[in-house]
């Protein structure tokens, strides 16, 4: 079979860039080795709830809002977001020091809010808001009225966000009070730059949404977007390699049992350690192997999956986010024992007819040094003591029924360390460009450009606009406007 483009993985990324390139007028092979689209984000059901897995919350989903203007481009329809509660989306506790604050959404409502709890340091908080809207002014994938460059350059210069809130003064409850939200992005304050922690906390400052059927709501869109495009899918199909011409350029890719997909262009939404498994030895500088190879990753986590009977209390509307101590550094190190990394607690914003809701409890962990030892029994009693720990008033009225643990991950996102947004996006080790050296190989994807849900789609909308021109993507980018 022969097509204009192949996309190899179809999570967010790869299923978001087959709809543009489809819209531009190519035709379109995705590969999927997982049986359906979007396996990280689509969740399941158990007991009749729905489980989220890769998709709770995101910015920008509110009316005008990026995330969802760039749904609309892609042509999902069907999608009902639901609102987070604006007066604190996000209940940020820490126990050592004894402090919490609910985040609102809104510059006016964080900066008064903020500027109430550290009087001294409204000046600090003033330059971190102005600090976060420069970034995003200075990208014009999130501002998609603005002309598309002709060359990309990354912003891969600038203080990191650890760094910055030095520089400011910021004392250290306020510098991790600014800093949690690195739980977002995974990469911790110290290793990522200033303008790429903004450029994905800054949605979620503004507008704070979940959608209605969460995760698999947005699979289904997504399935429904690529049929009504006649997109060609390849689920349950694992690329195994990119088929070269004599010349050297791409030329298709291999699947598991060998059919060629042939196309004189192949994007590589997938973790950049998977693809130096496709391309054949010699076609990468050792350098750039090397590079991909060492790539560090983003912390990946044991998580409990939970029926809670009656009323939210805190979490109505609001995630908690619980760290120990003020040292948000340690929350991504595999050094810091379980019980001082960070707690993510989520619950679901529809409730079943019998008043039950889904409540997650996330937290950082790594997979077992040891190959084969996973402890999955021990990882989640002792979160399940945690969680009783810290939210001793919902802990009587939650019923555990599932978990999972780095090495579910490692499966779900079909790479060993199984690390939550892919790779880290860190100053000293910077992510992969979505160009390669080899004639029509493109990457996109949350290891490329910003990981979470918003991340992966304008990673597509980056990727086509570098294999269609700026233009024809700037077009379709006016339609939403
Ligand atoms: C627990 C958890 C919670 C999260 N919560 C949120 C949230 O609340 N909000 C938010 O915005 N983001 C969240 N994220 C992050 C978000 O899910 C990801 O950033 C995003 O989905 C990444 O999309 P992607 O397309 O870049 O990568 P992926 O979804 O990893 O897609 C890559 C795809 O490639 C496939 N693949 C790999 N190798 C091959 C091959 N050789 N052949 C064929 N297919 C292949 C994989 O099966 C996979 O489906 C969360 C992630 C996790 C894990």
Redesign the pocket.
Known sequence: MSFDVVV????????GLALVLGRLGRRVAL????GAL????RGFVREGLHF???????GGLGPGGILARYFDCLGLSGLSPLPLDPEGFDRLRFLDPAFELCLPCGQARIRERLGAAFPAERGAIEAYLAAIDRAVAASPFLNPGRPLPQTLTFEASGPTLAGFLDGLGAGPLLAAVLSLHCL?HGTPPGEILLSDHARVVAGYLESAHGLAGGGAALARSFEQALAAQGTSLHLG????AIVLSPAGAVAGVRLAGGEVLSAPAVAA???PR?LLG?VPEGVFRPAYRRRLHGLPSTPS?S?LFGVLSGDPGPLAGKNLLLSPGIDVEAHFSPRTPPERRALYVTCGLEASADGRRAIEV?APDYPSPAPGEDDKAGRLARLEARFAAACPELAPRVRFVDGATPRT?AR???DPDGG???VRHAAEAPVPLPLTRLPGLFL????VLA??????VV?AFVTASLMCGPEPVRRLLEKAQ
Do not use: C, K, M
């Not at 979007?38 to 984000?41: Q, S």
């Not at 199909?237 to 195994?240: Q, V, W």
């Not at 996109?444 to 290891?447: I, R, T």
């Not at 990981?451 to 992966?456: K, T």
């Open positions: 190899v993985g179809g999570g967010v990324s790869g299923a590969v999927e080795a997982a979007l396996p990280l984000v989220d897995t890769g998709f709770h919350y995101t977002l199909r694992e690329a195994r939404a997938i973790h998977r496709l986590a998580v996330i991950f779900l996102l079909n939550l947004y892919g996109s994807g949350q290891n990981p979470g849900v918003l991340g992966a990673s």
